[in-house]
């Protein structure tokens, strides 16, 4: 028996899915390769509402994010951070030899669309990275918002990770003007780790084109010309493509692109109506997730009792916090294909556990 996964990544993930890696090999120079990649295609366009290529790495996230900014930067990078994930956008940049300065707020915090056009109105920046959807704080920050302002600088690209969010909340690539907008697929999606997803605007492949190249394998124009051809660059993860093949016939065919995003939007608010009933909620009201809920522990409880207990007698887990709020707060995720029973079941779990 394996621990049901109420965490934020990697997630639980359906048997059927499972079932999908064990599909035999192909190979990824055959035809039949090009028809499952083009199948995928118009799927993840319609999750992501947008008519630009969406682009597959054998990676972590990280990888796309690497991509994200070796690629699109020629001038300076401004990296907006108000978590831990939004400030390993920063590390990756500098990391990779690009010009960056950090626009830092505090975490849970929400950063402000006026902060960000006073950055930009100086002149400085080529691009801007943000988090979508925090894991760390379970803040969901206001991108279409922040884009409108980014937007408003024609030679400016927008970044997004989307990690958290992507296939558990809505986000309209080309209507809000996000240029890059990546996701691993362990997360909302409910899907084995080991692939990522990003979405890449024109204005960001002609940026790579100017750029001068600082990576091979995450080089995008060379990503580019192989998409064009219905192909991966590199061997892919060719398991775990059938199984995203899968799993996005699930949502959009079965489930409902729409269906989807409504019931993560219902069970986070299960889940925080909860933390606001015996605990409290971590970042700043109005920007709460809705893949998961970050709760402050001002009941001073064990987490790592509480997890132990689930864990061992109840072959569940959910997350301690993240980082510099490790031990202040806990996180509950609702991502992917979990349902209310679910849910509510967790909840009245942990409340026998603690005598609440």
């Known amino acids: 028996m394996h621990d049901k996964l109420f965490t934020p990544g990697p997630t639980?993930?359906?048997?059927?899915?499972?079932?999908?890696?064990?599909?035999p090999q192909i190979h990824?120079?055959?035809?039949?390769?090009?028809?499952?990649?083009?199948?995928?295609?118009?799927?993840?366009?319609?999750?992501?509402?947008?008519?630009?290529?969406?682009?597959l790495f054998t990676s972590s996230s990280t990888g796309a994010m690497e991509s994200a900014v070796t690629n699109g930067v020629k001038k300076k990078c401004l990296n907006l951070a108000n978590g831990a994930f939004a400030e390993r956008w920063h590390k990756i940049t500098v990391k990779n030899g690009v010009s960056a300065d950090l626009l830092k707020q505090d975490w849970g915090k929400p950063i402000t669309p006026d902060m960000v056009d006073e950055k930009l109105a100086t002149g400085n920046y080529d691009a801007v990275t943000m988090v979508f959807n925090e894991t760390s704080t379970g803040m969901m920050n206001p991108i279409k918002e922040i884009g409108e302002v980014v937007n408003s600088y024609d030679d400016v690209l927008f970044l997004i990770d989307a990690v958290s969010g992507m296939a558990g909340a809505k986000i309209e690539v080309d209507?809000?003007?996000?240029?890059?907008?990546?996701?691993?697929?362990?997360?909302?999606?409910?899907?084995?780790?080991?692939?990522?997803?990003?979405?890449?605007?024109?204005?960001l492949l002609?940026?790579?084109?100017?750029?001068?190249?600082?990576?091979?394998?995450?080089?995008?124009s060379l990503l580019h010309k192989y998409h064009k051809r219905s192909q991966t660059r590199t061997t892919p993860a060719i398991p775990q493509i059938f199984a995203l093949r899968r799993q996005l016939e699930h949502i959009?065919?079965?489930?409902?692109?729409?269906?989807?995003?409504?019931?993560?939007?219902?069970?986070?608010?299960?889940?925080?109506?909860?933390?606001?009933?015996?605990?409290?909620?971590?970042?700043?009201?109005?920007?709460w997730s809705k893949t998961l809920t970050c709760v402050e522990n001002t009941r001073g409880i064990s987490v790592a009792e509480l997890n132990k207990t689930l864990i061992e007698e109840h072959s569940t887990r959910i997350s301690?916090?993240?980082?510099?709020?490790?031990?202040?707060?806990?996180?509950?995720?609702?991502?992917?294909?979990?349902?209310?029973?679910?849910?509510?079941?967790?909840?009245?779990?942990?409340?026998?556990?603690?005598?609440?």
Not at 40 to 53: A, C, N
Not at 206 to 220: D, T
Not at 258 to 269: I, M, N, Q, V
Request: aromatic share 10%; glycine share 8%; net charge negative.
């Open 28 to 55: 990824h120079r055959a035809e039949e390769f090009s028809d499952l990649y083009d199948d995928i295609q118009p799927k993840l366009q319609k999750l992501l509402y947008t008519e630009k290529p969406v682009f």
């Open 12 to 23: 639980e993930v359906r048997s059927e899915l499972l079932q999908e890696l064990s599909t």
């Open 175 to 203: 209507n809000w003007g996000i240029d890059m907008c990546l996701a691993g697929v362990q997360k909302a999606f409910g899907l084995p780790s080991g692939l990522a997803v990003a979405s890449v605007s024109d204005r």
């Open 320 to 356: 301690n916090g993240y980082g510099d709020i490790g031990e202040d707060t806990f996180r509950i995720s609702n991502m992917a294909d979990i349902t209310e029973p679910e849910i509510r079941g967790l909840l009245a779990t942990i409340n026998d556990i603690l005598g609440l």
């Open 252 to 287: 959009v065919e079965e489930e409902g692109i729409e269906e989807r995003f409504a019931r993560h939007d219902k069970l986070s608010g299960i889940v925080q109506d909860w933390a606001k009933e015996y605990f409290d909620i971590f970042p700043e009201e109005g920007y």
């Open 206 to 220: 002609e940026r790579a084109e100017e750029v001068e190249p600082r990576s091979y394998y995450f080089n995008l």
